[in-house]
């Protein structure tokens, strides 16, 4: 059994959802396929998820939110008149979002996860009434109706265990293709709650696990992951495999095409991940795998967005529980950090930036009282880049080579870590040498 899911790219136009069914429709093996909102359909074009966003930014600032309303059922509606559906969805649509905005209104939290939500959701009924009228036995189910339940974090959700167990029991019940929105389970009480940006591709892993699935197929609009982002290296290096933790620490910072926990789901099942084309289905693509033979440096990637804490303290490195009190500061504010470089007398907590917003005045003060630092400074707009390899526990000068080359470009290195796996090495550096950074990485390590 194949688990496909198509992400916005692949299911942005009435064209490209004939091509995904194409792909879905020749193969026996394809048969639970998750989709997510139609994406761009070209640079200057708005993702459904967007314009779904907007609608809230406008409930919420108390205006009229009628253009905003109208945006999204146009987009649908011009899907299914070019694929000729033979009733209108747009009194559905239009009944649904006034419904969430009417009943949501005072739960901002939830209104914005609900919105967000119907891109997918819609979709995923769109594709299968078209594919039923193609003659081609398809059910849409909900996520409600699989059992995907999550945590009640909206926005940030994290999938509760007991789901795996019946997903499988009801989708081994059926035997149609069956078409699943992304992005999106429900919580215990009922609740729309979503997975962060980027999230059917969680949707995907999650329900490749719950069906033991054979293999786990991405479908996007490249042909795989490349060692750098295609936006700042031009026909950048192919990858033919990774493994998940490559895969991992690549995503986490900056390689978009593949969501940063979707691997989570699948580490101790081995199910292989492969991130192929729609518009090419039979190029090879990426594999994303448990273990292979090391090969060095695989990628470079890099993620802006990031907030730097530095604490000064003489003699930290002998006040035990120092480090304990400043994480239950952090775990009192509900705040996840991603590194936390130190020396013997100073350490750094290295932070996503909008998690910071409204808190950065009370982070800072409680430190100050609760930890007496003797310095305390806060440096915005750092980016993160990464070089990541599972062959860099056993290579040596990587350190050495990628220093040189970010030296040649006059980069300023803020951080340098690398964690106890070795499979990568993290700098910290001023967000707009980002795109310079990558570019001296790249040729060093791939030219
Ligand atoms: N290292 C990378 N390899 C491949 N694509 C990448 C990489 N980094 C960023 N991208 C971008 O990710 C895009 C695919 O992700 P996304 O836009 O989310 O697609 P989808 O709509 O299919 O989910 C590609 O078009 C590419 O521009
Ligand atoms: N549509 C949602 C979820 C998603 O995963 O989209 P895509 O597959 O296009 O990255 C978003 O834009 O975040």
Redesign the pocket.
């Given at each position: 059994m194949k688990i496909c899911k198509?992400?916005?790219?692949?299911?942005?136009s009435a064209e490209q959802i004939k091509k995904i069914l194409n792909i879905v429709n020749q193969d026996l093996d394809r048969n639970i396929i998750i989709v997510?909102a139609p994406?761009?359909r070209n640079d200057k074009d708005t993702?459904v998820t967007d314009l779904l966003i907007q609608i809230y930014q406008a409930v919420m600032a108390g205006r009229d939110y009628s253009s905003q309303l109208e945006a999204v059922i146009e987009r649908f509606e011009e899907i299914a008149e070019e694929l000729n559906l033979r009733y209108s969805i747009k009194h559905q649509i239009r009944a649904e979002l006034t419904h969430i905005i009417a009943s949501l209104r005072d739960r901002p939290l939830y209104l914005l996860d609900a919105l967000k939500s119907c891109g997918e959701n819609f979709n995923a009924q769109l594709i299968a009434q078209f594919n039923v009228e193609q003659g081609v036995p398809t059910r849409y189910l909900s996520p409600l109706d699989i059992g995907l339940m999550v945590t009640d974090q909206p926005g940030n959700a994290m999938i509760l265990p007991d789901s795996y167990e019946t997903i499988r029991e009801r989708l081994s019940s059926y035997h149609e293709k069956i078409i699943v929105p992304g992005f999106f389970g429900y919580s215990e009480a009922k609740e729309i709650i979503t997975f962060s940006r980027?999230g059917?591709?969680l949707t995907g892993a999650i329900i490749s696990r719950a069906m033991n699935a054979e293999l786990y197929e991405?479908?996007?609009?490249?042909s795989?992951?490349?060692?750098?982002?295609?936006?700042i290296i031009r026909q950048?290096k192919?990858?033919d495999e990774l493994t998940y933790d490559e895969m991992r620490e690549?995503s986490y910072a900056?390689?978009?095409?593949?969501h940063d926990e979707a691997v989570a789901p699948l580490i101790h099942t081995g199910i292989p991940v492969v991130?192929k084309n729609?518009n090419d289905p039979a190029a090879p693509g990426?594999r994303i795998v448990s273990a292979h033979a090391s090969t060095g440096v695989v990628?470079v990637?890099c993620d802006t967005g990031f907030t730097s804490i530095n604490m000064k303290k003489y003699l930290m490195n002998r006040e035990i529980g120092f480090t304990r009190k400043l994480l239950t500061i952090l775990e009192e504010m509900q705040l996840s950090y991603d590194h936390m470089p130190s020396g013997i007398d100073n350490i750094s907590i290295v932070l996503r930036s909008h998690q910071l917003t409204g808190k950065l005045t009370a982070l800072i003060s409680r430190i100050q009282q609760e930890l007496s630092v003797d310095e305390i400074d806060v440096e915005e707009d750092l980016a993160i880049l990464m070089i990541v390899g599972e062959g860099m526990k056993t290579a040596v000068g990587t350190a050495n080579k990628a220093t040189a080359a970010l030296s040649r470009q006059q980069v300023n290195l803020k951080m340098i870590n690398q964690g106890s796996s070795e499979i990568s090495m993290m700098f910290g550096l001023d967000a707009n040498q980002a795109e310079t950074a990558v570019k001296a990485v790249y040729e060093a390590f791939f030219h």
């Open positions: 198509f992400g916005g790219s692949s299911v942005s997510s994406g761009k993702k980027g059917s591709d991405n479908f996007t609009d490249v795989g992951i490349y060692s750098a982002s295609p936006m950048p192919k990858i690549l900056g390689f978009k095409v593949f991130i729609t990426t990628g990637s």
